[in-house]
């Protein structure tokens, strides 16, 4: 169905004259008389009876008047739905507990009005492909991985250092220290089950291994961070990499340590990445946000992965 012949119909009947609903849909009579004739046409029925005072709606009209207006009103809203601004910035945070949550927490604080829809995709490959398609309009995610350059319509700004730390229980040997150096680390069992080969933080720790020479170990099904966390508590010769801006929860009995890494401290990058003709007002208004709240990278003293640097 013709939505500018609907359009047009409610028109007639709202102002009562073929001419009048001309005037207000800026076209000619003739024009609007050929829509409604088109309409009638499609619905088999007649909708106006032409009389000395205009034009006055037919039985058939009457009933259809209100559904034409309901019509009008779903395509409006359907039009909203997708236009810049009208809808919720959708934005991929990888997890609910992590950094980059943080990051998106400070910024609805900073920004009540703005409408968000927070979403956590796996791995850079299924977030990129939902950037290029429009599914969201932004992503968290450290770039570019060694021999997966991002595409030539995404875009990539780095927002966030994220320094690791090392987490133990009471009964760890590096449990009493203040901070422990990456040389200190040698030897140590560090246990960290989320790591999952062919992502961008796989990338990254086996950057850190090969490095340093850590003993990382991804080994065991994944449980979550409440399993890791007990894990790390009851067994003295484990331990696992946290960011300070982890938000984790633990009972008072586990006595967990954490303690900062130095010389150098390993950090976590983080880039906002969207697609460069995205076109959603509140996209901008993020990257100011970031841009205004992030901190300096390649600070002295820590470390990253060349393929971060070279990006």
């Not at 590096?174 to 933080?201: C, D, F, K, N, Y």
């Not at 984790?248 to 990058?269: K, N």
């Not at 993020?286 to 393929?307: F, I, N, Q």
Request: without cysteine; proline residues 7%; aromatic residues 6%.
């Amino acid at each position: 169905m013709d939505l500018e012949a609907v359009r047009t119909f409610v028109a007639v009947a709202e102002a009562g004259q073929f001419q009048e609903a001309a005037a207000e849909l800026a076209v000619t009579q003739q024009a609007v008389s050929k829509r409604v004739a088109t309409l009638e046409r499609d619905l088999g029925v007649r909708l106006f009876t032409r009389t000395p005072r205009g034009a006055e709606l037919t039985i058939d009209g009457q009933a259809f008047l209100p559904h034409a207006r309901e019509l009008l009103r779903v395509a409006e809203r359907a039009v909203a739905s997708v236009r810049p601004g009208g809808r919720p910035l959708r934005v991929d945070v990888i997890a609910s507990r992590g950094a980059t949550s943080g990051l998106m927490r400070g910024f609805h604080q900073a920004h009540p009005e703005i409408e968000l829809d927070v979403v956590m995709l796996f791995d850079i490959e299924q977030a990129v492909a939902a950037i290029r398609s429009g599914v969201i309009d932004a992503s968290f995610r450290a770039v570019a991985m060694p021999g997966r350059p991002l595409p030539e319509d995404v875009e990539s700004v780095r927002v966030l250092d994220e320094p690791l730390q090392l987490l133990t229980g009471p009964a760890h040997a590096l449990a009493g220290a203040r901070s422990v150096t990456v040389a200190q680390l040698v030897g140590h069992r560090i246990w960290m089950p989320g790591i999952v080969p062919g992502t961008e933080w796989g990338a990254y720790y086996d950057d850190l291994v090969a490095e340093f020479g850590l003993t990382i170990e991804a080994t065991g099904p994944n449980f979550g961070s409440d399993v890791l966390i007990d894990s790390v508590a009851d067994t003295p010769a484990l331990a696992t990499f946290m960011s300070e801006r982890t938000r984790l929860v633990w009972p008072a009995d586990h006595g967990l340590r954490r303690i900062p890494v130095t010389d150098p401290t390993p950090v976590y990058p983080h880039s906002l990445l969207w697609r460069r003709d995205n076109p959603h007002p509140a996209l901008a208004t993020l990257r100011a946000y970031l841009a205004a709240t992030a901190a300096g990278h390649e600070t002295a003293g820590t470390w990253v992965p060349d393929w971060t640097i070279r990006r």
